[in-house]
C-alpha cells in the first residue's frame, strides 16, 4: 500500500504561480512513477504530468507545456508540480498519482487550486 498526502492548493490571481506537493509513503519501494491529473467541476479527471521513478521519462499534457514543471525529491518521496502562469481553465482538483511496479494506480485525496480572472 501508498499513502499520499497532498499539499500546496490555494486561490491564486491569474498569472500567478504555486507548488503543489505529495508525499508517499508506505511500500514506496513499489512506486513505479508519481505525477498529478487534476478534475474541474463537471469534467472527467485529466492527465497533468507525470514523473518515471529514476527521473528518465517526463510526460505533460499539452495544456501545461511551458508553465508547469514536474519534479522528485527521492530521498523524500515527495513529487512536486510548480504551476506557473496560471489560468483560470486550471482551476481544479489536483490529485496526486502514483503507478506500482505492478501497474496499480494509488491516489491522494485531492487539494484544490483555483485561479480567479
Known amino acids: 500500500q501508498v499513502r499520499l498526502v497532498e499539499s500546496g492548493g490555494g486561490l491564486v490571481q491569474a498569472g500567478g504561480s504555486l507548488k503543489l506537493a505529495c508525499a508517499a509513503s508506505g511500500s514506496t519501494g513499489s512506486i513505479n512513477a508519481m505525477g498529478w491529473y487534476r478534475q474541474a467541476p463537471g469534467k472527467q479527471r485529466e492527465f497533468v504530468a507525470r514523473?518515471?521513478?529514476?527521473?528518465?521519462?517526463?510526460n505533460y499534457a499539452d495544456s501545461v507545456k511551458g508553465r508547469f514543471t514536474i519534479s522528485r525529491d527521492n530521498a523524500k518521496n515527495t513529487v512536486y508540480l510548480q504551476m506557473n502562469s496560471l489560468k483560470p481553465e486550471d482551476t481544479a482538483v489536483y490529485y496526486c498519482n502514483v503507478l506500482s511496479v505492478r501497474l496499480r494506480n494509488y491516489w491522494g485525496q485531492g487539494t484544490q487550486v483555483t485561479v480567479s480572472s
Open positions: 514523473m518515471t521513478t529514476d527521473g528518465g521519462s517526463t
